[in-house]
Each structure stands twice: as C-alpha cells, then as structure tokens.
C-alpha cells in the first residue's frame, strides 16, 4: 500500500509541475552547459510516400539547418525568432512549453508555410527533438497543397549573433523585423524546392 502511495504521489508531482512550468526551460533551444548552440538541424520524412500495396517507409528528405534567438517571454511560454541558415527567406516564430516545441516559418514571400512540433530531449550525447512537420504551398493548386510527415531535430552548433551582439531579439516586434535585422537572411520568390524538399513533381503523391 505505501508503494501505490508513493507512486501516485510522484505522479501528481510530475503532473503539477508540468501544470505550473515557467521558463527558464532546460533545455531549451538555445542555452546548454556547454554555453549558447542554437543551431539545429531539421529532417523531413515523408508520412505519404506509400504504394498501393506497400506500407508508408517514411522515406527522408531533405535536411535544413535552423537557428534560434530568444524573443521574450510570454506566460508559460518562452518565445523564439527563427531564421534558416540553409535555405534563404525561410523564418518564422516558435515557442517553447515545457518540452514542447511549435514552430511557425514562411518561405517564398508568404506563399509557403510550415508547422513544426515536437519534443525536446536530452537522450544521448546531443539534444535531440522528435515531432511533427506540415508544409503547405499555396501556388501548386487552387486550394494549395499540403505535405504531412515527421521530423527529427539535433542541436549541432551556433549561429551568427544577432546585429545588436547579443543572443537576444527583445528589440525587434516581428520575426521579419528581425529576420532583417540579422542581415544576410535574403529572400526568395521561388526556388526548385520547397524547405522539405518538395517539388511540383511530388504533387500526386499527396492524399
């Protein structure tokens, strides 16, 4: 009886704690022990690649590098401007609870869109996330066209400071604010592939 206690004791712990988390998150998507690496790698891999008779493969993509500046703190949620380092135009928002990542880009000047979540962990010897990607590109249908797959993120090192010096964005009121700010950051009307990796050829293959 006193086992049973305990543990549903620990549970409701673990359960308020998650209620009642502020930031400072650890980890989050910028500090480590090691000091600031707040660039990470995002891979796409698709949850619509299967055949008539043969099971989805969840086949991979492509590979982009991300990079993340804190933008204030909002509640519960510590908030983040992002900007791709690998792939012009692309930038957007996140924000973190507990655990849990969302992030909002854009590329193509607003006519492509993603949605990124995931789970932040610190399994192994870099921090890792595990989620979710939709991209949809207005411009390929009348309705546009939307991609669904998973994703995996790893931290793997640091990106240019933002123009003030500091790894920080608190002065800027939106993320194209910043993503200008930053400089470098061009963007761009269209490109042969989407941030995932798309092209107009993978249009019938979605469902």
């Known amino acids: 009886m006193k086992s049973i206690i305990q543990k549903l004791a620990l549970v409701l712990f673990v ?8 930031p400072p998150y650890g980890p989050d998507m910028i500090r480590t022990p090691n000091g600031v690496l707040n660039e990470w790698t995002v891979t796409y891999y698709n949850d619509q690649d299967s055949g008539l008779l043969s099971p989805v493969s969840h086949r991979q993509w492509a590979t982009q590098r991300l990079c993340f500046y804190y933008a204030g703190v909002a509640d519960s949620q510590q908030r983040y401007y992002v900007v791709s380092s690998s792939y012009r135009g692309w930038y957007g928002t996140a924000t973190q609870e507990g ?12 006519r492509g869109n993603d949605e990124i979540a995931f789970d932040l962990s610190t399994m192994g010897a870099k921090d890792r996330g595990m989620g979710h990607w939709d991209e ?28 003030n010096g500091k790894n920080t964005s608190n002065e800027f009121t939106t993320a194209n604010e910043f993503r200008l700010g930053m400089g470098g950051f061009s963007t761009s009307d269209d490109e042969e592939k989407t941030p995932m990796g798309t092209t107009r050829n993978d249009v019938p293959e979605t469902k």
């Open 15 to 22: 359960f308020s704690a998650s209620i009642y988390a502020q």
């Open 99 to 110: 655990d849990l990542v969302r992030i909002k880009l854009t590329f193509w000047n607003g």
């Open 136 to 163: 949809t590109v207005e411009t390929w249908s009348p309705f546009g066209i939307t991609f669904w797959g998973n994703t995996e993120l790893t931290r793997v090192g640091t990106c240019q400071m933002p123009s």
